[in-house]
């Protein structure tokens, strides 16, 4: 099985403004507290696209929001259509720069403190964890955009990548970092000139000095044994990852990203995801347009909890 | 700030209470937003608003806007007073006055980005305030409006200095209080709480303009200078800030202020503070078309008789 290639999902069938039927609010709150993935009343068009190109699929009867929430809440289906409704919500959210929200959260504010800490005890190292990687464009990115700060900021620093993910196919073709105009779209074309060489056709592919910042490994984030040897991590990952899990395991690996990170490391999710009522360890931090879960300060762990 | 700049600061504000436009209805607004509730007179308001033509236009359009929660098209003032509350009308008709008041005068700064700030807070501590069932959602919308009353005075009292400040301000990506004490030694609390004493406006309204950006210093009681105070920091860092993106990082649950509103409102500690920021951006649209709508105060062209 090969992976496929995404296309971006049909957003044009349903207007903004057009969502009214109520069922979908219900199918909103219901998705956020299975999965954690939030859609405001400005993304909730999105939902109700997802849920139609469900529809479609099922190809059956249910042609309204009203019966796609009686399926969905159906005990016999709901396990599979969740996960079913979950892969459409997120199809097409994989490409590279896909949050520059997040990426100048770090320029700006979160890299800076790192740095100003990190100079007084002169440790220049940076450890970086992409969980659930996919098909490499989240590392990928981080690679290129570290490697950019790496000439201002970060001068005379060095940094690795952990990227991971269950899937091994999806590894093999994370480690070609062959990437389409699709999975381009949003990046600069300064990053294209200077860290791609051409593949095939239009296709670019990543620089190997970009692939050796990186390490590509196979990790189940359920596999308890080796998630507590990925320890020292100051930027932790997991991008729409952690909505297919239930609550009790998303709890247990949520508790394993915070112990793995370092004091003051940041745990980023997608840019629609909570971890309410799932850790109350982290800090939810607010930077322009995007927010952040915060490992306290290792002063604040001591006087802390004990 | 020295007695020397206050008494300046307080010479500059004292001329810009006699504006020229300075509208009318103000002074009876600012007369009416004094009363306790029970006492309010529909009559009176409906008067008020009818008063000024250019008032009562954008009072009737902000009341159709979707930020009102509109039930319906209104088309009457009185019909607007009807359906959405005496006190939903006395915060148009305020922001309706406020807008008048500085529309024709000089401005530090695009108005527009001023008024989505305000209009954005307003909205935001209304809901923040329903979320976490404060008592008084209307006192968080009106002090959420005002809570930056300074900034226009600064904007009006000193346009040429003032611009300098927030652009500098912008420039750093630094909060503008900062910005404000580092080149004026006073900031927009101070400025905006010298007016709201010469406005009169109410004892707790004038504690959260003094004190949003410090609510630990505020006198106790007045949970609305926190509630305010944490709305202000959302909209800073969602799009609803001064034009600019303030580089910082903010733990709104460790914050003083998250405190202060705790023992007052204890539903906020069970707040889904990650799910009520992302409602927030949907404000950001909302706010933004409000403001172009009434708001912007756009060059009509004279009509010029084709020349042969």
């Not at chain 1, 201002?152 to 940094?159: D, E, Q, S, V």
């Not at chain 1, 050796?212 to 507590?228: E, G």
């Not at chain 2, 527009?112 to 700030?117: E, G, K």
């Amino acid at each position: 099985m090969t992976t496929e290639v995404l296309k971006p999902p049909n957003t044009e069938v349903i207007e903004k403004g057009d969502v009214q039927d109520p069922a979908y609010l219900r199918i909103r709150d219901l998705v956020y507290q299975t999965s954690g993935i939030y859609h405001s009343e400005e993304k909730l068009y999105l939902l109700a696209a997802a849920c139609k190109r469900r529809m479609a699929a099922l190809g059956g009867p249910i042609t309204t929001g009203r019966a796609y929430l009686d399926h969905l809440t159906n005990p016999l289906k709901r396990e599979v259509e969740n996960r079913e409704l979950l892969n459409q919500i997120t199809i097409g959210e994989t490409c590279l720069f896909r949050s520059q929200a997040q990426l100048n959260a770090l320029h700006n504010v979160i890299l800076p403190e790192i740095a100003a800490e990190r100079s007084k005890i002169g440790l220049k190292k940076l450890k970086v964890w992409s969980a659930g990687c996919s098909t490499g464009e989240e590392p990928h990115t981080l690679a290129m955009f570290l490697m950019e700060e790496q000439e201002k900021l970060l001068a005379g620093w060095t940094f690795e990548i952990q990227a991971t993910d269950l899937n091994d196919n999806s590894i093999v073709t994370a480690r070609a970092g062959i990437y389409g105009d699709y999975a381009l779209r949003n990046t600069p074309d300064l990053f294209k000139r200077k860290y791609f060489v051409p593949a095939d056709g239009t296709r670019l592919r990543v620089k190997d000095e970009v692939k050796a910042k990186i390490t590509f490994n196979r990790l189940n984030l359920n596999d308890d044994s080796r998630m507590v040897f990925m320890k020292g991590m100051d930027l932790i990952f997991c991008c729409n990852v952690l909505i297919y899990f239930d609550s009790t395991s998303k709890k247990r690996v949520v508790q394993h990203f915070y112990s793995n990170l370092m004091p003051n490391g940041c745990f980023f999710l997608g840019q629609a995801e909570s971890l309410f009522q799932v850790s109350d360890q982290f800090h939810l931090v607010h930077l322009p347009g995007t927010t952040v879960y915060r490992k306290p300060p290792a002063e604040a762990l001591k006087v802390g909890k004990p | 700030m020295s007695s020397g700049l206050r008494e300046g600061l307080k010479r500059r504000i004292e001329r810009l209470q006699c504006l020229p436009s300075s509208p009318a209805v103000l002074q009876p607004l600012l007369e009416l937003l004094r009363q306790p509730t029970n006492r309010i007179n529909v009559k009176r308001v409906v008067q008020l608003v009818s008063y000024d033509k250019t008032i009562a236009a954008q009072c009737l359009r902000i009341a159709n806007s979707p930020l009102y929660g509109r039930v319906r098209e209104t088309d009457s003032i009185h019909a607007a007073v009807v359906s959405l509350g005496i006190h939903r009308v006395e915060d148009i008709l305020l922001t309706c006055c406020l807008h008048q008041f500085s529309a024709g005068e000089q401005w530090a700064t695009d108005p527009a980005v001023f008024w989505r700030h305000s209009l954005g807070c307003a909205a935001v501590s209304r809901e923040l305030a329903e979320r976490i069932d404060y008592s008084d959602p209307d006192r968080a919308y009106l002090s959420g409006l005002l809570h930056d009353l300074g900034i226009l005075v600064n904007s009006l009292a000193y346009p040429q200095e003032y611009g300098a400040v927030l652009a500098a301000a912008a420039a750093k990506g630094v909060p503008l209080d900062e910005q404000e004490l580092h080149d004026l030694e006073f900031t927009h609390c101070e400025s905006g709480r010298i007016l709201a004493s010469l406005w009169k406006l109410p004892l707790a309204v004038n504690e959260v303009i003094a004190f949003h950006h410090h609510p630990a210093k505020a006198p106790a009681g007045n949970p609305v200078v926190a509630l305010v105070h944490i709305a202000d920091v959302l909209c800073r860092l969602r799009g609803l800030g001064y034009g600019y993106e303030e580089w910082r990082s903010v733990d709104l649950a460790g914050d003083p202020a998250w405190e202060i509103l705790a023992k007052h409102c204890p539903q906020l500690g069970k707040m889904d503070l990650a799910r009520f920021t992302m409602d927030l951006d949907a404000y950001v649209p909302r706010v933004q078309a409000l403001v172009e709508s009434v708001f912007t105060t756009k060059t009509e062209q004279p009509e010029v008789a084709p020349s042969h």
